[in-house]
Every structure is written in C-alpha cells, then in structure tokens.
C-alpha cells in the first residue's frame, strides 16, 4: 500500500482544492491519520473509494472523539530591560525572567474513519475531521452516501456526541430515546444523580454517597420533626 | 385447620390422602409455573441453558415459556434493565395475570450490578416492580436459578389463602399494576417508584 | 492476491448512480399496516425492535430500533484502567467472551507494541476457535428454533456448548464470562490435563457436525424457508461493512485471520467457506462449513502447542500508562471484525475507548434484506444476521 505522504498528495492532485494535513501517531503502532478539511471530504471520500490503485471499499469504524478546551501552561523566557540602582547609578540591564502564559486551546469534536480495501486486502487508512468547536459549529458532512456503513456508526456519534452530520439520510437518536436532551459521551456530561450507595472503592462515588446520606438524613430529620408536630 | 403432620403419615399408609385446600392449590400453582420468554441480556443465556437438557428446567414444572405475558405466572428479569427498556419491563409486568411472581436474575437486575454506574443502566428492577427473589451472580449459574426457582416454589408453598399475607391476586384490594415511567429529557421519569423501593438511608 | 481482479469488479462502487447503496422504496398495494416487532418479542436475541410496515404480508418498510441495552460501555471504560476493561468486553457479545477479550488485548498490544509468546497464541488460537464453535452451533440452533423448529437443533448445540463450556471454567474459572486473556499473555496456564480433555472434546466434534449436518442440511421444510430468501449482494454488503459469515455467505473472501494473519494464524491450514447464492441457507451453510474449519484449526494447534511462558517478561502489568497516541486493533470474531479504537493520552485510563461491533454494523442491511418478504421471514432473515444485543448497543 502507499503510504500516508503518497496518499496525501494523490488526494491532493486527484481533488482540486483539498487541504489534507497528516496526524502523526506516538504510538508504536504506527497508525498515522489524514486530516481532512470538511468542505472537501466527500469529494476525498469518494476518490479513496474510487481509486484503482487504493480502492478503499470498506468504512470500518466510524466513531466520534471529544477534546475539551484544553488550557495550556507553558514558561517562556522573556529578556526584558531592567533598571536596577548599582552603587547609587541607575543602570539599564538585559535580564532573563521565566514567565507563565496560560493560553486556551479551544475544544472540538472530531469523527475518525477507518478505511480498508476488501478488494486489495490493505489498510488502514484513517480520515479525521474536525469541527469548529463544541457549541454551535458542530457540522461535518455525512460519508453515509460514500459508505453504507457509516449510516448507523454516524447516528450513534450524532447521538453520543452531538455532531450533526449535513447530508445524512436518516439522522436521529439511535441508542438513547428521541426526547433525551444530552449527548452522553461528552466527557463534560453529567450524568443523573440516581444512586445512593455502594461499598466501593472510588472516592468520588464515596463522596456522592455521603453527599446523598446528608441530603437524606436531613429531610428524614424534617420529616421526623413534622410528625412529632402533628402527633401534638 | 391444619392436619397433624404424623396422623397425615399414618393415613397415608393405609391408602387415605388427607390435605387442606389451601395445599392443594398452593401445590397445583405452584408445580406449574410459568415463565415468560423474556430476556434481556447475558444472564438470558444461562436461562436458555437452563432449559436445554443438562439442567432441564421441566424437573420443575416450568418449561413452558410463554411468549405473551398474559400467559406466564413468572417474569424472570434475566440481565441488565436500561432505564429505555425499565418502561418496557414494567408495562409487561402490569400485563401479567395474578397470581404473578419476579425474580430477579444476576447483578444486574438487583442493582445495575458492573454497569451500576452508566448513565442509561437501572440500578435495580426493584425500583418500579417488587422482586420476590433475587439471585446474585454475574451471570448466576444455572444451578443459582434453579435454586431462585425451587425458593420461589417454597414461598408460594407457604402463602395462606385467608387473612391478612394473602398474596395479592386473592386480596381484592392489592395493587396489581405500578405506573409506568416516563422517557425524560435526562432521567426516567420518575427516577424510582417510593411505593415499591423505599430509597434506603445508610447510615455507617 | 489472485482474486484480486475477480472481487474488484464484485465489489467496485464506481460509476454507480447516487443512491444506490440505498433501500428500494417500494409502493403498497393496498393499505399499509404498521407493526412493531419488539422490544420484547419471543423470536428476538433479545431487546430489540424493528418497526416494520407491511402491505399485506409484504414488508414496504422495516426501522431496526436499538438502545434497549445499552449499557454504556464505552462511557465505563473512559472512568477506569485499562485492565479494569477486560471483564467488560467478556460482557459484549456474552457469547463469545473469549473471542473479545483477544480483540481488546490485541489492541492494547499494537497502542504499546507488546509481544505475546509462543504458548499464549496458542491458547489463544484454542479458545478462540472453540468459542467459534459455540457461537455458531448456538446461532444456526436459534436460527432454526425461530423456523418454527422448537428446541431439538438448539438442544443439540448447546449440548456440546455445555462441553466446551466446561473446559472454559475449568481453565478460567467461569463458564460464560472468561475474562482470561491479558496485555501479553494469557491471566493462567493450561495444565496438561486440562489440554487432553480439550483434545477428548474436539475429537468428539466432528462426530457433532456430522450429526448435525444430517439431522438439518437436506431437510426439505429449512430448504424451503431458507433458499432464495433475504439475498445481500457483495457489492452492497461491501460497501455497508458487512463482515462475517454474513459477507462470506454473498461471495466476498475476506476472512481477517488470513488478511491480517493477527496473532499466528499463518500457521495453521484452513479454508474459507463462501457462498455463492446469497441467501439465508448460504448463511448457515457458511456457519456449518466455518465449524468444521475450525475443528481442523484446532487439531493443529493442540498437535503443535509448545511448553513456555504464557505471559511476556517485559509486559507491565502495574503502572500501566500507554504513551500518547492511538491504535485500532482488529480480529475476526465469531460474528464479524471486532475491532477496538484507542486513544492514550499518556494517563492510566484511556482517553478514548471505542468498540467496532460487527453485530451492529451487519444490521444496517437488515432492511434491505427484508424488503419485498414476506413478515414470517424478517424474523429468519434477522435471525441469520446472527447478532447479540449486548454488541449491538454496548
């Protein structure tokens, strides 16, 4: 099979106008992935499908990824003039400090493929994309028309995680029920507070239990008080 | 009135059946239950194989797995209730005919077992139906279910037709049918029926 | 690959007109009934609905419905260590706990680049076959149950899965639920007598297939049900990505033990059944004739399987943090490609855990299969899909 930089840049010259960056892997697998740019990738799709040489006829997996904003720290040295008062002189000294910037690295929501080639046995190749953000730019295009099997995997990312897919035959909820509000496997989603206590050892679900104990013990206590008052 | 359990013997051997009506009807009912055909998830597999020739569930008069539930005296809870299939269950429940029995099968429908913590997992069937026996296990083995069912059968066995334990389907003024709840916009509607499953206070 | 220009032209989606992979819109006759099969239905694998709107006894139209098992797996797996996972996916497709955990393993094994040795594959390739064993007598005994053929085939299959079961718990102490398999190895090693009661066991399965095959294969009422009912063609099962016994059965060898050759099944000598009609029966011959390869698989290895360490010495089994990056792995599972998606961000819980069900994704067909059938073969045609729900909705 070629590899990704040769994939690239026949995308490149088979679709006029498509950015295509590469997504390189630290893992030792070695899985590389191609980043596509939303408003061409049914075009690439389609390309990759089509090919004689790749003829990527099977969408594998299809699956949707959530990256929050993430706040950056870094120390950068900055040189900056200082005056300082030598033996009663004011000098003007080149002095190298260690700041700290923090900056926000805005969130998005990304769907991944993966591409086989049943006819050529090779792969994978992996697509991402990308949307603008977690709020209110969360589009992609849909490459069901591409690859039947996306029809289901693109549901479930729409329902789990919120990205609407343009063109999509059938797009609705397909594992939580229709009037469910929340996508569920945001890693920003809260789930509901529906259970009291459970010998464990995860704190956090300790601390929810005792913070369910109190809530309890005290309308337990108003209620108690309450019936003592009727009873007088 | 009860029969001396000796002078029951003795009469036995010279060919003279004695017994109350209320064991006779508890016997009756209670050598043919049946189950509805209903799974829900891995535990249903060990209810199949509970059936299948090894364990043969039909040594228990219970073979008949009834796909209506109108016709099945038994639901068997067999793997995990999501809170979209906990309406389902529950309506179902209410569409069996009295006498009607639950049990309860594997982690899962007693407490949401290792999924307890997912956002779509019930923690417990008895939330919205009361369970008259709970076997643990993950899945429980088919021996596990066989004995939840020989318990079951103890305890009909046990039921008076008169006074204030009668079962349900002899007391007129029972609750036979549980609301069911409602999809809501992010939890069931309600999230437990306080009529059935008092929320526990734990106190350690 | 010599096939390779025969199954690209099967299989080639170009120069087709837009739509194609779509379902036919058929046009009733008369008036349309609505029917909604399920969540609770007796011939379901569980809980699972299909909206179906017949004309007639014709199926104009058929929604799967999912969700009723959804267990939030996923969502699970992100909360906890990688290990904690393992007992999870035993829990997927309940029936083939094995089969999954190798799936999940050998992902873990490509995001770290962990080597499993000689012993280890081979236990693996022994569980794993057997496992085939048991899904597929179980699915064709279903798949038959729901012709109307009330308990005999499945009694028989479950006969011999009360065998092979008995040798899962013994040597991983659990019948359905293995959880035996670990990054770099097997969690215990196979005694000696553990390994001679397989051999007892497998010499016993041919006689079964034997059985089974004549008791079902020319059996006039399962022809007349089965044949030239639910056909998938290749290019659509391609395209929609179908894997399996499903894909075989239209005509597609693509069989991942061979493409990928994972773990060692380059080693052992074994055919791929295909079909070359399409339909139901294809299907459940496929799953027949995989069974009997799969016996062949096993002689092998039980003959080759040499003494070892099942555990890898450099495997890290505490402190276990992945560097930052991705992997999918990839098996053939009983029902389909398994495949399990990745993402480390270095920490000791994956930042992303996704499973690739092949029971889910086999559905997307489902209405195309039915379309034009009559109602009282939408259940035989769901049942040759073969799938669990536990799969389907995680």
Known sequence: MKSIEEIKSAIEAAVSGARVGIVPNGSPSGQHSLLLDPQHAVAVAKFLRDDKELQLDFLSNATGVDWLDKEITEKVKVTRPVTKTVDGVDQT?????????????????????????MARKHGPVILRMRTGNRTDQVELPSLTPVWRSAEFQEREIFDLFGIVFTGHPDLRRILMWDNFKDHPMRRDYVEPDDFEYEPTAHDEVLARAAAHRAARQGSAVAAAEANAGAER | MAVDEKLKIELGKQGVFVTTLQELYNWGRRSSIWPMQFGLACCAIEMIATTMARYDMARFGAEVFRPSPRQADLMIVSGTVTKKMAPQVVRLYNQMAEPKYVIAMGACAISGGPFKQGYNVLKGIDRYIPVDVHIPGCPPRPEALLHAFITLQKKIDEQHLTGEERPPHLD????????????????????????????????? | ?????????????????????????????????????????????????????????????????????????????????????????DRLDYICSLTNNWAYALAVEKLVGQEVPERAQYLRVILAELTRIVNHASSVGFLIQE????????????????????LFESLTGARMMCNYMRFGGCRVDASAAWLDATRKVVAGLPRFADEFENLLCTNEILMARCQ?????????????????????????????????????????????????????????????????????????????????????????????RPKAGEAYGRIEAPKGELGFYLISDGGPNPYR??????????????EDMCLGEHLADVVLIFGSVDIVLGEVDR
């Not at chain 2, 007129?172 to 939890?187: I, K, S």
């Not at chain 3, 080639?12 to 837009?18: D, Y």
């Open chain 3, 228 to 320: 030239g009912i639910g056909i998938l063609r290749p290019e659509l099962a391609v395209n929609a990505g179908v894997t399996g016994p499903l894909l075989r059965a239209s005509g597609v060898n693509y069989d991942i033990r061979k493409v990928d050759r994972y773990g060692i099944y380059d080693r052992f000598r074994f055919r791929v059944p295909l079909g070359d009609h399409w339909d139901v029966y294809d299907r459940f011959m496929v799953r027949l004739l995989e069974l009997r390869e799969s016996i062949g698989i096993l002689e092998q290895a039980l003959k080759e399987i040499p003494a070892g360490p099942i555990m890898d010495a450099k495997a890290k089994l505490r402190g276990f």
């Open chain 3, 1 to 89: 690959m010599s096939n390779v220009g025969l199954q690209a032209e099967a299989t080639a989606a170009s120069g087709r007109e837009e739509g194609w992979n779509r379902p036919r819109t058929l046009t009733p006759e008369g008036e349309l009934l609505e029917v909604a099969m399920g969540p609770h239905h007796p011939s379901t694998h569980g809980v699972f609905r299909m909206d179906v709107a017949l004309d007639g006894e014709r199926v104009i139209r058929l929604k799967p419905v999912f969700g009723y098992l959804h267990r939030n797996h996923e969502k699970l797996a992100e909360g906890m260590a990688y290990l904690a996972s393992m007992p999870f996916t």
């Open chain 3, 353 to 366: 855990y996704r499973v690739r069900p092949p029971s889910l994704i086999n559905l997307t067909i489902l």
């Open chain 2, 172 to 204: 007129g003024g029972a609750q036979g049918e549980f609301p069911v709840p409602e999809y809501g916009e992010h939890d069931l509607e309600p999230p437990s029926n306080p009529g059935v499953w008092p929320v526990p206070i734990t106190i350690r």
């Open chain 1, 93 to 117: 000294m080149e002095e190298t400090v260690e700041e700290t910037r923090k900056h926000v690295q805005p969130g998005y929501l990304e769907a991944v493929y993966h591409l086989y080639s």
């Open chain 3, 147 to 166: 012709m109307g053929a009330s308990g005999t085939p499945l009694m028989y299959a479950f006969r011999e899965r009360e065998k092979i079961l008995d």
